[in-house]
């Protein structure tokens, strides 16, 4: 499957007359299916096209806060478990989640 910048060149050149190939055989050519083409093509004439993925830069929602970390650590130096039983006494989170917590903070 090509890339969108390539799909947008193909569609681009099409509507300028630039290639004469059918949408089919634009699909063909690109890996993407007809019915995305042509919304595609939609998108494109009405400009509603961006490169970028909407939540680029963003934190994710499940994202650990610095808060929760530093509650992680905090009750890991104060305890004397090893660190599979500390991730089911701290049930919030996966094992590798505080394990990954806990090796960032040298703990590990």
Known sequence: MKSKNDL???I??????E???TYEEI??????????ILR?????????INDEHGNKGRKPITALSKEEEQKIVE??????????KFALFYSRRSYSCIYN???RNGLI
């Open 101 to 103: 917590v806990l090796k």
């Open 19 to 21: 290639i004469s190939m």
């Open 27 to 36: 699909a063909n050519a690109t890996g993407y299916h007809p019915k995305y």
């Open 75 to 84: 009750l890991y130096k104060r305890s004397n478990a090893s660190v599979r």
């Open 12 to 17: 681009e050149k099409k509507l300028n007359g």
């Open 40 to 48: 595609f093509k939609k998108n494109l004439l009405a400009g509603k």
């Open 8 to 10: 947008m060149e193909f």
